[in-house]
């Protein structure tokens, strides 16, 4: 039993080594977090949305180029608003609340880690939580994923520490209906529903369903109401018909898979996902699960709820017809624990996943130097060849040596240092897909009383950088989906064949267009406009009008 552990003692570790794994994960995590421009669409739309919050001062209803948005509660928006408020709107600024979630997540795994198996296994966990593919990917990035999963850690954590506690539990059950209640303000039901999911399984198979009489009930019903009522109930009175559209257009529907037709994938599509976004501990999965009931009582109750916890959301997940890669990231703090405890367990095995994980390494890394140079983003595949098969080579000598510990410390020190690397040289590639330049070089060709348009899709990119309303000539853009919007398009959404009378007056404009839908373009509008620049993400037309200014549609 590790001394951290006394059952009289109800802190979960000492302050100061939580505050230096949050530090650390920061650090790990927040590298050159400024140094890739706004990703195409997600980030660049999130952005936007950030920055008309801040701007208008309204922090009730969401918008994008002037339109109201409401896929999503707005927690996300207000924590992008207040760092675009305190440091300008800048890439760094509108992922912060990513990096932060990631770095309080490896906290909240290694104060878990080390409540269960100690100091060491509490390392151990955020260490490798910090090094998987995808948790440091989305850590990067700004999504609803990240918060989300850190609320649903938050509250797992805390409500496993109450079930623990018995009746002096009281204050972790309201801790863990903040945490859940803050999940609803990121991402909606989903943060209620996965950790009912887990936790009454959980109880089920533990024999511990008795501690749900020691909830209080009323404080945590009343606490869930007090924080997640009032937004929708203002969201509601000042866009009537928000609440219905949230939970049938964007949660109901979205399960069913009658919205979002490019993001359908088979009920198996998670399981590949998972193991891939586990890497580069993926082949350390098996031992750990293996062991995950191992130890006192108290031990094999966490790994019970860790196993759980790691495939209730792939399951729930896997019912939807509409899936995402990150939709698993709820998974793998669960499957950080896990592994952290498997290999720093004082007889823990591992040695031989160790050797087999540095090969895997060693093999990538040669791969990816010897063919790397035929792919077509033009990256130093040498190098990151290099760096990735070092760690590798590392790991596999460290094994040799029977010293699986430091090996797996390589690998995670080689991932991070391949990982850091592929972004410091990726970012002018089409490894990350930004409208950045496309809109910087339409300012810089703007005219005087141009107006700028879109042909067939909404750039969000350009609605960010250039701070600014665009029209779209074409389709409507998926954000304007909530109904109220429909009696606002007029002047901002025009059909594709009703260009040619759009732009046919003074003063010209510019249409920022992808390449895809160039010809169309130029079959719709001829000769009346004129290609005057050719980015990587896109060209830009400016229209020659005919038609003398107060003639035509306005």
Known sequence: MPRDRKSDHPRVGPPLAALAVFLAACAVGGLQLGGVPLMEPDEARYAAVGRAMWQTGDFVTPRVNGFVYLDKPPLLHW?????????????????????????????????????????????????????????????????????????????????WLGTERGREGRRYYCQAAVAAALGVLVKGPVALALPGLILLPYLAVTGRLRTLAQVPWALVLGLLVLIVVPWFALCEHANPGAARFFLMHENLARVKGEIDGTHHEPWWYLGPVLLGACLPWTLLLPGAAAGATRGDEAQRRAGVLWLLWAVVPLLAFSLSKVKVPTYILPSLPPLALLIGRYVSAPRSGGRGEALATGVLLAV?????????????????????????????????????????????????????GFLHLAIATGGPTSLFPSDRALALEARELRRPGERIYCARKLSRGAVFYLDERLAVLGNMPAEYDFPRNQERLEGWVYPLEEAQDVLSRPPSALILCRERYAEELRAALGESITEVAHTQRGLIFRTAPRRPAGEGPP
Do not use: N
């Open 79 to 159: 924590l992008t608003a207040l760092s675009i408020g305190a440091f300008g709107p800048r890439e760094f600024a509108v992922r912060l609340s990513s990096l932060l979630a990631a770095a309080a997540g490896a906290t909240l795994v290694y104060a878990f880690g080390r409540r269960v198996g100690g100091h060491g296994a509490g390392l151990a966990s955020a260490g490798v939580l910090a090094a998987c593919v995808l948790w440091f990917a989305v850590g990067r990035v700004i999504r609803y994923d990240m918060l989300l999963t850190v609320s649903i850690t938050a509250s797992l954590w805390w409500a």
């Open 364 to 416: 990538l890394g040669a791969g990816l130097a010897l063919l790397g140079p035929r792919l077509k983003y033009d990256l130093p595949y040498p190098l990151l060849g290099t760096v990735l098969g070092l760690g590798g080579l590392i790991a596999i000598v460290a094994s040799a040596v029977r010293a699986p510990k430091w090996a797996l410390v390589a690998v995670g020190i080689g991932t991070l």
